[in-house]
């Protein structure tokens, strides 16, 4: 049953892309759009385009949400 309810979970999640997943792991250490495009090399609109993505893919309103369901999902961590 358990593995059953595991896939319902995440059927009903559609996946980050490879990019998007590369964003909200810079989201999580807090960098901002500039920062993120910066490192990414992509402008920021590029990183504009893949947190709104984000946030819909996730069911979240802002990036502080995203954020939290990172880590809730083991998307990111902190590495202290």
Do not use: C, Y
Request: proline share 1%; aromatic share 2%; hydrophobic share 40%.
């Amino acid at each position: 049953m358990i593995v059953g309810v595991k896939l319902v979970d995440r059927m009903s999640r559609p996946q980050l892309s490879d990019r998007e997943n590369d964003v909200l792991k810079l989201l999580a250490k807090g960098k901002n759009t500039q920062a993120i495009g910066l490192t990414l090399s992509v402008t920021e609109g590029t990183v504009k385009f893949h947190i709104t993505n984000i946030l819909q893919k996730l069911g979240v309103s802002d990036r502080t949400q995203a954020v939290v369901t990172a880590f809730q999902r083991g998307i990111a961590n902190l590495n202290l």
